[in-house]
């Protein structure tokens, strides 16, 4: 009798439990793993905003910092355009003594509505977004002369006299990534020294 009581299987009621116990565990794990998704999903949107900006900076400084080649020592002017919201600059690239406007001797960078609100880089007459959604308030400019003093200029728009004073520019950038819902901005700004200020002109 005893050893017909202990083989007996489970109970309708144990089963129940069971089942219930299995149901609220996987559907722990499904919410577990819904909330590690979502942030992964945050943390690549957060850093692909903050690689994408330190870029597009990176390669704005660069294009500052080259600006103003002149070889041939033919007056050629490192800032055509200097503007809080845009800055145009030239070098002489080949060595010609002069600049071709339609090559990439002449770089513009600005903000630009007809890309989706983006930081475009003109190399001449082609160009590219460098830079993810960008408020056309996200992006500017400062310039600063040889003593470290900060140059302004009417609207925000500097005369030919005073961007020819200019040896220190710092650019300020904020970008947002998006990837469906999730949306991430980063603000980063760097500093460039113009060719002339390393080359003593």
Not at 45 to 72: E, H
Not at 74 to 95: K, N
Not at 185 to 197: D, F, K, M, Q
Request: proline content about 1%; glycine content about 12%.
């Amino acid at each position: 009798m005893r050893r017909l009581a202990c083989q007996r299987g489970f109970t309708a009621v144990e089963l129940l439990i069971a089942s219930l116990v299995g149901t609220l565990v996987l559907a722990a794990g499904v919410a577990l793993l819904r909330v590690h998704v979502g942030v992964a999903r945050t943390l690549q949107v957060r850093l692909a905003a903050l690689g994408g900006t330190a870029w597009a900076l990176t390669v704005a400084s660069r294009d500052v910092a080259t600006a103003g080649g002149d070889p041939r020592r033919a007056g050629i002017a490192a800032l055509t355009t200097a503007a809080a919201d845009r800055i145009v600059l030239a070098a002489d690239r080949d060595g010609n003594g002069a600049v071709d406007p339609a090559s990439a001797e002449r770089v513009t960078l600005a903000w630009s509505s007809t890309s989706g609100g983006r930081l475009v880089r003109w190399l001449g007459n082609q160009s590219i977004a460098i830079a993810a959604t960008v408020r056309s308030s996200g992006v500017g400019w400062r310039y600063y002369d040889a003593d470290g003093s900060e140059i302004t200029g009417t609207g925000g728009v500097l005369a030919p006299a005073d961007a020819a004073r200019v040896r220190l520019v710092r650019t300020g950038l904020e970008a947002t990534e998006r990837s469906g819902t999730i949306a991430a901005t980063t603000t980063l700004r760097s500093a460039a020294a113009l060719r002339t200020r390393l080359e003593g002109r």
